[in-house]
């Protein structure tokens, strides 16, 4: 009894008012107020001879919202659309699908011009400066890194250029790129599901859009990392024309596959020359080591590459159950590679620095859980437009967390999207009014109460753009 006493006398009634369920959202679409994204949206999609009802601009950013919020389709719009008390008058979903028609090639590269110029403000305003990159415990300075990765979006109907993917699924292949220090999702371009990995072009085209994203004067020190999806001709030698840039320092990390070659240089390799490995904390990687090979390749080999380029070589025990190839089978190690353009570092750091590539797939998995997992179309050009709007709320998440989870908001910096929901996005609140003005009153039982009326007091503290 004493179980099931605790809802004894507990009755439900559904006329409550002034009660706001999602109160915390309120602050991401507060912030694409504040840097100016908003303003530059709607200017960006205006449109000659023609004034919509509902400014376009504060639709993609009120789409942006509901997937920080937590929506998974275009209607869960609702959930914004219920709270008119304190967002004001919200679209509806019919009005949500008109304007991701209205987002035409021409409109989205202008929406990039938007973001850019936004996330110049948003840099310029963080508190202590754009967060370095770190790798091995250390952080890696000015250098503004630079993820690029692709990944499977499945579609679980015909959609148009849906195609059977490698992974023997049925979907979407997009490809992004992330930048390490401020966790915001600069670019990508939607593909069809039977895109290739490693195709140059792709690659190329999406970080050309992502350096165009980042401030000029970050623009000195770039790093580019990938898997060996990026191990291609094209790939490696595009940074070395960025390099020709007036200012312009553009390295690259990228994962190379074992090749006779590599496989004939490492057997070359005398076993002094192994140097252990470290941890992503700095500390030393039992078991593992790491060597550089460059100058044992064979000539013929060599020649075909750039001049620059250094392959270094990461061993380590295998994990049981781990397949191997001929030459792991020999001696009993797991080989893996890459390559890079920076001459100086001890080589555990460089293997370090590359090695926190995998950060990317975190990324992506926050990107799956604000959007990206469910394409909402049967249109290619309404999904493209869908991932613009991703972005978008990947970077209200990351400018959230850059200029408001500071001071007594600290707590909730290392929070991920899905615990930035529990905790800040879906606090409940009750809307009061008197003296003219609008509260809301967040419970005092809720555990992070303090923290997010703090995100609200930063928000309203961040500059005006220039």
């Not at 967002?87 to 991701?100: C, E, K, N, Q």
């Not at 993820?147 to 992974?167: G, L, Q």
């Not at 599901?193 to 792709?202: I, V, Y």
């Not at 003296?435 to 109460?449: K, V």
Request: aromatic share 6%; with cysteine; proline share 5%.
């Amino acid at each position: 009894m004493k179980r099931t006493s605790w809802s004894a006398g507990l009755v439900v009634t559904g006329d409550g008012v002034g009660v706001v369920g999602h109160a915390g959202a309120a602050a991401a679409r507060m912030v694409a107020d504040r840097v100016g994204l908003t303003s530059g949206l709607s200017g960006a999609m205006a449109r000659r001879d023609f004034l919509p009802v509902h400014d376009r601009g504060r639709v993609l950013v009120d789409v942006a919202t509901m997937l920080v919020d937590g929506g998974e389709a275009i209607s869960d719009i609702a959930v914004l659309r219920d709270q008119e008390g304190v967002l004001g008058p919200v679209v509806s979903a019919p009005t949500v699908w008109r304007t991701l028609d209205e987002v035409t090639p021409g409109r989205m590269k202008k929406i990039a011009v938007s973001r850019a110029r936004t996330r110049r403000h948003v840099w310029a305003s963080i508190p202590g400066g754009v967060p370095e990159s770190t790798a091995a415990g250390r952080g890696l300075g000015q250098v503004v890194v630079l993820d690029v990765d692709a990944t499977i979006v499945i579609a679980h109907c015909e959609k148009e250029n849906a195609a059977a993917t490698f992974k023997r699924t049925f979907g979407y292949h997009p490809i992004g790129v992330w930048c390490d220090n401020t966790s915001e999702f600069l670019a990508a371009t939607l593909r069809a599901g039977n895109a290739g990995s490693n195709t140059t072009s792709d690659h190329v085209e999406v970080l050309t859009a992502a350096i165009a994203q980042v401030p000029a004067a970050h623009r000195k020190h770039l790093l580019i990392r990938s898997d060996g999806a990026g191990a291609s001709h094209g790939l490696i030698d595009w940074p070395t024309s960025q390099n020709e840039i007036r200012g312009r320092s553009v390295e690259y990390s990228l994962g190379f596959p074992i090749h006779t070659a590599v496989r004939e240089a490492i057997t070359k390799v005398p076993k002094t020359a192994w140097t252990p490995a470290v941890e992503a904390d700095g500390s030393v990687r039992e078991g593992a080591e790491v060597v550089e090979i460059t100058g044992l390749l064979a000539r013929d080999f060599a020649t075909r590459w750039p001049d620059r380029m250094r392959v270094i070589v990461r061993r380590e025990r295998p994990h049981p159950g781990a397949q191997l190839s001929l030459l792991e089978e020999a001696d009993g190690y797991r080989y893996q590679a890459f390559v890079t353009n920076t001459k100086v570092g001890q080589l555990a750091h460089l293997e370090a620095r590359h090695r926190a590539h995998a950060r990317v797939e975190d990324h992506i998995r926050h990107a799956k859980d604000t959007g990206l997992g469910r394409l909402p179309s049967r249109e290619f050009a309404i999904n493209q437009a869908w991932l613009t709007c991703v972005m978008l709320a990947a970077d209200l998440v990351a400018w959230t967390r850059l200029l408001a989870l500071h001071g007594d908001a600290a707590g909730l910096r290392a929070c991920e999207p899905k615990a930035l929901r529990y905790r800040l996005w879906h606090v409940p609140a009750r809307l009061t009014r008197g003296q003219r003005r609008r509260r809301l009153r967040l419970p005092t039982s809720w555990p992070w109460t303090t923290a997010i009326v703090a995100v609200f007091a930063n928000i309203a503290a961040i500059p005006d753009p220039a």
